[in-house]
Every structure is written in structure tokens, then in C-alpha cells.
């Protein structure tokens, strides 16, 4: 009988992850005045591109230096996990090496979306790139 109580509890608990999404609630008029990024896109995994994308991209600078924040949005119902990275470009189009920008987990429910943001290690930097990995656990 434990057993049976064991094994119902653990699949109703992968029934109810598995299917949960996210509803959101947000002023309609919105008072921020975010500054977008026109992007260029390389798709190099179209599937990964099917359920997690990136909605927008917008900037700023902190203390002089470059602070990126990118929307990721989960198209699907399910829960989903990505890996992402910012790399950082300066003026001469030299990269950036950068021990603060490892890669990163991003765990999205069913319809959510998240921001994701990184500042640039120095002032020099005047570029990024975002690069995102399906998380093979998936």
C-alpha cells in the first residue's frame, strides 16, 4: 500500500509540473521607456528557435558601463530550460574576455517569459552577443 501511495504522489507531481504554465499581470500603460536594440539573428537550431526565443533587446549603461537585457519568451506549454551566454565586443571589434560571463541556466515554465540581463566587464566594451544552448536535460 505505501508503494502504491509512493507511486501515485510522484505522478501526480510529474503531471502537475509538467503542465504547468505562467499568467502575468502588468500595468497596461507602461511607464518604462526602454531602449531597443535593433538585433541580427542567427539561427543555427531551428528547434531551440520553436520554443524559446528572444522577444527583445534593450540597453543601458550602469556606472558607464554597458548593461544588455534580453527577453526570453517559452512558446510551449511545458517547461523548458535553456543555457545562454553574453559575450562582449570593444570599439576595435575585439572580444572581451570576461570571467563573469559563464554559462547560465535558464529555467521557463509553460508561457512564461524572463529577462535575462549581464553587464559588460569594462568600459571599453561597445557591443555584446547573446547566445543561447538547448539545455541537453531536456
Do not use: H
Not at 520554443?51 to 550602469?62: C, G, I, L
Amino acid at each position: 500500500m505505501k508503494t502504491i501511495l509512493i507511486a501515485l504522489s510522484i505522478s501526480a507531481a510529474f503531471i502537475f509540473s509538467s503542465c504547468s504554465t505562467v499568467n502575468t499581470v502588468e500595468r497596461a500603460d507602461s511607464l518604462a521607456k526602454p531602449k531597443m536594440v535593433d538585433d541580427k539573428r542567427v539561427i543555427t537550431d531551428s528547434s531551440l528557435n520553436d520554443y524559446a526565443y528572444v522577444a527583445s533587446v534593450n540597453e543601458t549603461k550602469v556606472g558607464g558601463l554597458l548593461m544588455i537585457q534580453a527577453r526570453i519568451v517559452n512558446s510551449t506549454s511545458a517547461l523548458r530550460q535553456i543555457n545562454y551566454k553574453f559575450e562582449w565586443i570593444d570599439e576595435n571589434g575585439m572580444e572581451v574576455s570576461s570571467a563573469t560571463s559563464p554559462w547560465m541556466t535558464l529555467v521557463l515554465e509553460g508561457g512564461e517569459s524572463q529577462n535575462i540581463s549581464a553587464v559588460a566587464p569594462n568600459k571599453n566594451v561597445c557591443d555584446f552577443k547573446l547566445k543561447l544552448l538547448p539545455n541537453k536535460r531536456d
